[in-house]
């Protein structure tokens, strides 16, 4: 089973850009989608006719929205207040959790595409970034207790290590690369999800997963990991493969972001 994680960075523009053609060759079974901001029935058309699509759109227009596509039948879809809380009727918290069961050979697999907060530094917005992050870190300790094979994913806004970030030493002070942003991802691992992106790939600078659309970012490779994929240990123990599909050029891109594609022999 092949699951892909991306920010769209706008469905439209990503469909302009060629999105669906890149699905359609990708080999995918599951693709999931952050910062559509588009209502599904835009959303789906665009992905493709060949795609069964779910979607929490946020309520606040042209902003955030997360969505699955799966190739066969998603099941047990939840959203919003009904996966994460109280704390999910705020209109600036919605679009930003959904999540489905889709089979495999092995049996079902839990699947959640995720769009957290991006924060800025010293600003009310960095509330909003950890309140959200508790409400996920409290789900996902469900999740681990109710299934046997989840994987949570999606654009984190967090660079978790020195690794994960080209500048780090410049970023210190950055919102996504704050000490307490990445304690959060700390306690995640420590839980026992699996960041299959690292855990693969081992301790090596990158593979980055956003670029700035600003100067030479993409071009000297100057990037971030805010992508991920945090597996249980039973999903994550079937990973045969991980990478990061980054564009040829900067004019090829479909978004700033670049797929994690991660390989799972279920």
Same mark, same amino acid.
């Given at each position: ?12 523009? !990503? =469909? #302009?850009? %060629?999105? !669906?053609?890149?699905?359609? *060759? ?10 559509? #901001? =588009? ?8 992905? *493709? ?25 998603? @099941?047990?879809?939840?959203? %919003?207040?009904?996966?994460? %809380? ?6 600036? $918290?919605?679009? #930003?959790?959904?999540? =489905? ?15 957290? $907060? ?15 992050? &508790? =409400? ?17 994913? +999606?654009?984190?806004?967090?660079? $978790? ?35 299959? $992106?690292?855990?693969?790939? +081992? ?11 600003? +100067?030479?970012?993409?071009?000297? &490779?100057? *990037? ?15 990973? @045969?493969?991980? #990478? ?11 978004? &700033? ?5 991660? &390989?799972?022999?279920?």
């Amino acid at each position: 089973m092949r699951i892909v994680s991306v920010n769209v960075n706008g469905v439209r523009a !990503a =469909a #302009r850009k %060629g999105m !669906a053609e890149w699905l359609d *060759g990708s080999g995918a079974d599951v693709v999931c989608l952050q910062e559509v #901001r =588009a209502p599904l029935e835009i959303t789906g058309p665009l992905v *493709g006719e060949h795609w069964q699509v779910v979607e929490e759109a946020c309520e606040i227009k042209g902003r955030a929205g997360v969505a699955i596509a799966s190739r066969s039948e998603l @099941t047990d879809v939840v959203s %919003g207040v009904e996966a994460l %809380g109280e704390i999910m009727r705020e209109p600036v $918290h919605t679009g #930003r959790w959904i999540e =489905a069961t889709v089979q495999s050979p092995a049996g079902p697999v839990r699947v959640v595409s995720t769009y957290q $907060h991006s924060g800025t530094a010293g600003t009310p917005s960095m509330d909003l970034k950890y309140a959200m992050l &508790d =409400a996920a870190t409290a789900r996902m300790d469900a999740l681990r207790s109710q299934f046997e094979r989840v994987v949570v994913m +999606g654009d984190i806004n967090i660079a $978790h290590q020195n690794n994960d970030i080209k500048n780090w030493r410049g970023n210190l002070k950055s919102a996504g690369f704050l000490p307490e942003e990445r304690a959060y991802l700390d306690r995640w691992v420590e839980a026992g999800w699996v960041d299959t $992106h690292r855990t693969h790939v +081992g301790d090596q600078p990158g593979p980055y997963t956003w670029w700035s659309m600003r +100067g030479k970012a993409f071009d000297n &490779d100057a *990037g971030w990991r805010i992508d991920y994929q945090f597996a249980s240990p039973a999903l994550a123990a079937a990973v @045969t493969d991980v #990478r990061v599909d980054r564009a040829p050029s900067y004019d090829t891109r479909w978004s &700033d972001h670049a797929p994690l594609i991660v &390989d799972y022999a279920l």
